[in-house]
């Protein structure tokens, strides 16, 4: 009887193994299917990238870290991020806050060398971060004899939420801190319109910093956060944590299996994240009045501005601190461009497919009346700025005929598609006004 209960004890751990080996070769298949499906190569002999992109994972507007708030208040420009390491390889929170390589003011180590500077809000930080990854400029550039042998400084002093007149005080700052620049480009319109229009919903004058980005700076420096939101930083300090440590392992993983699991758990890390962080947003106190005690002063409005008012307001002043950017730039001897943004929410010819729609648009966007009512009113000064000699560049088109999707989320942002369009697009834009010739015509000599 003990020999029959053991036969089947052993049986049935025989069996057990060849289940979970075959389990695991399935999975292990499957992973490596998905694997291929989404990144077009085998696991096994794949390239291994510190890319963040590479992971195929949407990581933007994710500071990994131990912090909850990474913003700082600036006494100056607003808001800026505080210094310290980024997740992408190369790039870092700077000395002043901004995502690049280098610290400011960068002093050119060598004649050869051409220092762009990039001026505007998250679509120009993220133009920045592609451009320094993909030296698209630089590539057009060298297409150009005279400027075959240049090497392409590019510095960015965009940060998400920015909009005017942040661009142009920092520029006049960076400017009189020795900062020398050889061209200038301006990436907006997107903040001035859609982030101004909460500013109005909140009765802050449209020139202050967005509130969405201020507030919960100004609320723990007024001490008036509640006691949900504070609780609400610490998940999201938390949520960040796991997330660092969660993509480094990611990294690591030696089977398409673990790749898998570990992919999904990260996606599920940002999630959390993104809802935590929308969670603060409805839990933040609301801004103090002026008859309140703050250690910060806004300039406030007396109410909520019909929107033809003042979106037409928002517009004048769109054009003029680009015209102020523009002759400042030309003050001193600097080429200044300035691309006015596409977005999703300004109907072009663009088609969007069922699945690009699910990522790209929200019936629930905060964005979406601000570029409605906001993009004519600003495209409308465009002749105005061209009247003024500045160069700016409508770009609000460039996606209509690029099949693939280019948009990253439901709000501003492009994914590596539409970041490769929009930097070709900005390239070629700068190439053919400073030559005066399309092109084409350059790349026949």
């Known amino acids: 009887m003990k020999k029959l209960n053991l036969k089947f004890i052993k049986e049935g751990l025989k069996l057990t193994v060849i289940n979970l080996a075959l389990l695991f070769v399935f999975l292990e298949l499957g992973s490596l299917g998905f694997y291929f499906i989404r990144n077009q190569q085998f696991f096994y002999t794949r390239e291994k990238s510190e890319d963040y992109r590479d992971l195929g994972i949407n990581l933007e507007g994710v500071r990994v870290g131990g912090e909850s708030i990474v913003e700082r208040l600036h006494p100056f420009f607003g ?45 120009a930080s993220n133009y920045s971060i592609y451009e320094v990854n993909n030296k698209v400029l630089e590539q ?27 661009q142009l005080l920092i520029l006049n700052y960076m400017l009189a801190r020795g900062q020398k620049f050889d061209l200038i480009i301006n990436i907006d319109g997107f903040n001035e319109v859609a982030l101004s229009n909460l500013n109005n919903q909140r009765q802050l004058d449209f020139a202050m910093p967005s509130p969405a980005h201020i507030e919960p700076l100004t609320g723990l420096a007024n001490n008036s956060l509640s006691n949900k939101a504070l609780r609400t930083l610490l998940e999201i300090k938390d949520n960040k944590e796991q997330l660092g440590d969660s993509i480094e392992s990611l990294q690591d993983c030696k089977l398409a299996s673990c790749y898998a699991v570990k992919s999904v758990y990260v996606q599920t890390l940002v999630k959390n994240y993104r809802e935590n962080l929308q969670r603060f947003e409805r839990y933040r106190n609301k801004p103090l009045d002026q008859n309140q005690e703050s250690v910060i002063f806004f300039y406030s409005q007396d ?57 790209a648009l929200s019936e629930a966007s905060p964005y979406e009346k601000g570029v409605k009512i906001g993009y004519p009113l600003l495209l409308e000064r465009i002749d105005d700025l ?3 000699n500045v160069n700016i560049f409508n770009a609000v ?49």
């Open 79 to 123: 808001f800026v991020q505080k210094p310290g390491p980024d997740f992408r390889p190369g790039f870092k929170y700077n000395n002043y806050g901004f995502i690049t390589p280098y610290d400011y003011p960068f002093v050119k180590t060598s004649d050869n060398q051409l220092i762009v500077g990039v001026f505007g809000g998250s679509v």
């Open 140 to 166: 057009i550039f060298r297409q150009i004899p005279e400027y075959k042998d240049k090497e392409i400084i590019l510095l960015s002093f965009a940060i998400g939420g920015y909009k005017q007149p942040q």
């Open 303 to 359: 109410s909520v501005l019909p929107d033809a008012v003042f979106f037409e307001q928002v517009a004048d002043y769109w054009a003029k601190t680009s015209i102020l950017m523009h002759q400042v730039a030309t003050a001193n001897n600097i080429p200044y461009f300035h691309f006015f943004q596409p977005n999703q929410y300004w109907k072009t010819n663009r088609k969007f497919s069922e699945a690009e729609k699910k990522i």
């Open 397 to 445: 088109s460039i996606f209509d005929d690029v099949a693939e999707p280019v948009y990253g989320d439901n709000c501003c942002h492009y994914n590596a598609k539409g970041d490769e369009v929009f930097s070709n697009y900005i390239g070629r834009s700068i190439v053919e006004t400073l030559t005066g010739k399309p092109l084409e015509e350059n790349t026949k000599k």
């Open 386 to 388: 061209k009247a003024n």
